[in-house]
């Protein structure tokens, strides 16, 4: 069985900030394993290279992220 998938999708999944709902806490970017998340002004960004892994939105209190899907950006 092979398992390429994550490498796959690099930068063509990724997550979205709400930055109306952003408090900037920085919980999200305590928890995300490859740091492509920072707190700038008080907002989360996110930075190339995300994996889904989806624990910054299980950490969002605020509901802040969710997976965007299928986004391509040309
Ligand atoms: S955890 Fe949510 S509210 Fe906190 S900085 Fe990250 S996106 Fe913003
Ligand atoms: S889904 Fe995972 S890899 Fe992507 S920004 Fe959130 S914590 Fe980081």
């Known amino acids: 069985m ?4 994550k490498r796959g999708i690099l930068g063509e999944l990724g997550v979205k900030i709400d930055t109306l ?8 970017t305590l928890v995300c394993p490859v740091e492509v998340l920072e707190v700038i ?20 209190g605020w509901m802040a992220i969710t997976l965007e899907k299928d986004k391509k950006k040309k």
């Open 21 to 28: 709902k952003c408090t900037g806490c920085g919980a999200c």
């Open 41 to 60: 002004d008080m907002k989360a960004r996110v930075k190339k290279g995300c994996i889904n892994c989806g624990k910054c939105i299980e950490v969002c």
């Open 2 to 5: 092979e398992k390429g998938d």
